[in-house]
């Protein structure tokens, strides 16, 4: 029989501020983790838990329960941001330019809370709990899931289930967001170069700005999602950058734009990209300008499993009951390399409210002031310990 997991968690929570604030101290990007790595590994196996580490595919912890069942595998990002931090915080980032603008600081700690759980309940569990820190979710490299994959993470045992918790600030601190169906997008990256003729700024008759083209460009496309998608089609189309020239009195010979496209869908992607194509080289044809043009969609849209789903709020309900579970419906146009194990196996990936208006933890994610309510590190590892148990038992009775 369980004990009850929620004030265990609790017992935990200053460690595990104490634990977040150095990683949100020390950021890192990528795959270049050494610090992040270190940290994580000395306290994993402090707890004395299996480790083993690879810069090509993120460092893996392993549980072996007391008897033999399924194995779940239980995922943290661990990489920050390109983001000078703005917070008047004590445990602001000292790494110039790098920021825990995400969250994964918390997702590191909530499961590493979770680990300690789970160590001191391993008796009670029949079978292989697989953690996952991951690397490169941020997008600088090749995706990390996918290299934790073909590292082997999903073999050797087989994995089961995997489930992950991402941060976020438009929910309550101490709700959960838990929705089956899509629920991270494909992100489609694009790239727009214009080169057009440079001159003297006094002589734009002789030129072909490249600047010009870009803003005629960066109206037409978005437009698209007024007068061309139907709202069935939830999407987002952003363009993020605009560069050219560095003179005031020169009309530089080239420009380069570039954004995102988020759906839930490959294929509505591809057909938005394709329609960005042909905008661009029609515009930049209009006034005589060479458009080169270039797009990927590197990753899925994570698609949680009916199930899964169910047993992830069953845990959330029997720990903090009904009022932690979000009743509003929750969209999030952001992607997640979590795709890639929600692809191979029943998935659930839902979202911690970290949003507290009095402490001032009202930010986006991404946002150089982001900040949390750190009173979800305790309750977030008590829920994915709930889960983990919840399940070896529940799938031990079949």
Not at 213 to 234: F, G, T, W
Not at 328 to 347: I, K, N, Q, T, Y
Not at 348 to 358: H, I, Q, T
Request: hydrophobic share 40%.
């Amino acid at each position: 029989m369980k004990t009850d997991l929620a004030v265990e968690a609790a017992k935990w929570q200053e460690n595990l501020i104490q634990i977040r604030r150095h990683l949100h101290s020390f950021p890192e990007l990528g795959s270049e983790m050494d610090h992040t790595v270190e940290f994580v590994k000395k306290h994993l196996e402090s707890l004395g838990v299996e480790t083993d580490y690879s810069p090509d595919t993120g460092l893996v912890g392993v549980i072996r329960g007391a008897g033999k069942g399924p194995c779940v595998l239980l995922r943290a990002d661990m990489d920050g941001l390109p983001i000078q931090e703005e917070n008047d915080i004590p445990y602001r980032s000292v790494r110039e330019g790098r920021m825990h603008a995400c969250g994964h600081d918390a997702h590191m700690t909530w499961l590493l809370g979770a680990t300690a759980l789970l160590m001191a309940h391993r008796d009670e569990i029949q079978g292989i709990v697989k953690l996952a820190f991951q690397p490169c979710e941020e997008g600088k490299g090749r995706p990390g899931a996918e290299d934790m994959i073909r590292g082997g993470i999903m073999e050797r045992p087989r994995v089961d289930v995997a489930v992950a918790v991402h941060a976020d600030p438009s929910v309550l601190a101490g709700r959960y967001s838990i929705s089956p169906g899509g629920v991270t997008t494909t992100p489609c990256l694009f790239e727009i170069v214009v080169k057009g003729r440079g001159g003297h700024a006094a002589e734009p008759w002789d030129c072909v700005d490249p600047i010009l083209v870009m803003n005629q460009i960066y109206q037409a496309v978005q437009s698209i999602q007024r007068s061309e998608l139907s709202p069935q089609h939830k999407s987002v189309i952003s363009i993020t950058s605009m560069r050219a020239g560095e003179a005031s009195n020169v009309i530089p010979e080239r420009g380069i734009m570039a954004g995102t496209i988020r759906t839930f869908s490959r294929e509505d992607a591809r057909v938005l990209a394709e329609r960005i194509k042909q905008i661009s080289l029609a515009v930049g044809s209009a006034h005589g300008a060479e458009v080169k043009y270039e797009y990927e969609i590197p990753i899925g849209s994570s698609v949680n499993d009916v199930e899964i789903c169910s047993r992830v709020e069953r845990a959330v309900r029997e720990l903090y009951g009904d009022e932690a579970v979000e009743r509003e419906e929750h969209l999030f146009m952001g992607g997640d390399d979590f795709s890639f194990f929600a692809e191979r196996v029943p998935s659930c990936y839902f979202f911690a409210g970290v949003r507290n208006e009095s402490l001032s933890c009202v930010n986006p994610l991404h946002s150089c002031r982001f900040d949390l309510d750190e009173s979800c590190l305790s309750r977030t590892a008590a829920v994915l310990a709930q889960f983990t148990l919840n399940y070896m038992e529940q799938m031990g009775e079949q």
